[in-house]
């Protein structure tokens, strides 16, 4: 099994593919999305991507290279019915947390492994809280604890995902890739594999997205121009067409478009 990644601009112009196992998490990839979109164009101001790419190793990455991130974080502290991480206040001056109800959650420890600190309530202020049963599960009865990781990749993500600008890309995103992919699935035959292993995969992925971008161009630029376009683009991918038809010992390639 293995998994398709794709970057595209806000107009549905793919910029870089790669292909990954599907064992291996998304954010992974990242690096090479970039790397690849970079070789081609400039390094993205913007990155809109959904909750897969918001641990701190690639937000990290992304941030480092100055790259702002529309990326919301799933939180395993966010359980449905409970009150959420993101109601905690963090006081910094303290480095403590304000709960929903004003109790503070002091510092207990740090999980090096994780980079992640631990705060917990105290006992007696959890035992005595009126909206408890809003924050803990009947059958804890311990106090409530959150967690933070100990720098400020997620603080600077959420206050981009929820800038105007931030939510604005965050729903295009949906619009561009999941009709990228709808259409590359639907239309175009990505839904399976044509052969095995993953540079095979990867060169049907390029092929997919250059059909696609071709039709994109298509419906924005006149004949003419889109008749020269694809003429250079046909000379510069001549070398790539001879190592799929080596790749392919002589097998039919069918084009979709």
Sequence with gaps: MSSAHIAADAGGI???????PSAVNDSAKAP??????EKLLETPTWIAADSKYG?????????AKGIKTAIKHASTNNRPGYFFKDLFVYIAKTDAFLCPAGKILKR???NYHTNQIYYRAAKEDCLSCPIRYKCIEPEKTGPRMVTRFD???????????????????YILRKTVIEGLFGDAKAHHGLSRARLRGLNNIE??????????????LYKKLNAETVEKAVQKLAN??????????????????????
Aim: hydrophobic share 40%; charged share 20%; glycine share 4%.
């Design 14 to 20: 793919i910029t870089s593919v790669c292909v990954s």
């Design 151 to 169: 720098n400020d990749y997620f603080e600077k993500t959420q206050y981009w995902c929820n800038s105007p600008m931030g939510k604005r890309l």
């Design 32 to 37: 090479e999305l970039i790397e690849r979109h």
């Design 108 to 110: 207990k420890y740090k």
């Design 55 to 63: 641990n701190q190793e690639c937000l990290g990455y992304l941030q």
């Design 203 to 216: 060169i049907q992925l390029l092929l997919t997205a250059t059909v696609l971008n071709l039709k994109r």
């Design 236 to 257: 510069q991918f001549q070398n790539l067409f001879l190592v799929i038809k080596v790749r392919f010992m002589g097998r039919v390639i069918e084009f979709y478009i």
